[in-house]
């Protein structure tokens, strides 16, 4: 579903005539099969957020090539990836970046208010997203008045709302307290089994990795399987 091949990239730093280019991504190659999850561990700074992007199309690699859904995006612009980001990729932030002025319901349905879809389809859909989030009860509140839990839901029903077969996603727990971060996990996990969504999540978190059918590790640029834990583990057990 993903595929990424001899990723390389260098940010460029330092005043024009004195660049410094510093490498963080030295030869990637990772491929995510549909249905997958899979998580990638890295100390602050290994450039997991940086591969995130390249995924994504933010950030354009030196070298490499990155390919979603079959489709080759590598050489996209800007108006191509962002018309491929809204019908491939769902996003999950750490800050869960909704609209403060908007309830939960109207952040949730936003990508179809951009897409002009009708009234009566956004209600509907939205809504039965926001039952399956269990967080329909709180369609009416704004940001402010949910808990951090809450407004995570909320952020990945706005992700999701488009149906987009994958889900990217950055330090999706970092800003939730461990019993939020469970139930998460397990949404996650559920969204993953029943409606077979993709799943790339970036995290240091061994607890976090470890939803993951496949954990990868980041370090000096490199990827490598992450070894001696067990993945795509069921978080009941983690529980106890
Ligand atoms: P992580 O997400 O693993 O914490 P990042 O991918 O954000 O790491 O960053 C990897 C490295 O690249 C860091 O050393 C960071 O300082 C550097 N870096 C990230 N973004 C930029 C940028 N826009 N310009 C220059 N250096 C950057
Ligand atoms: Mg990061």
Known sequence: MIEMCQIEHSFTLGRKGSE???PVLRGIDLTINQGEIVTLIGRSGSGKSTLLHVASGFIHPTKGSVSI?????THYNE????DFRRRYIGFVFQNFQLIPSMTA???AELPLVLQGTPLDVRRKRTMELLERLDIAGYAEHYPSELS???QQRVSIARSLILDPPVLLADEPTGSLDSENELQFLQLLQSLNREQGITM???THDDKVASIGNRIMRIADGRLEAHSGQTTGRALEVITT
Do not use: S
Request: charged share 15%; no cysteine; net charge negative.
């Open 79 to 82: 108006a191509q990836w962002a």
């Open 200 to 202: 790339f999540i970036i």
């Open 105 to 107: 319901f109207e952040n």
């Open 69 to 73: 859904a079959g489709q080759e995006v």
């Open 148 to 150: 951090g839990g809450q």
């Open 20 to 22: 410094r280019h510093v």
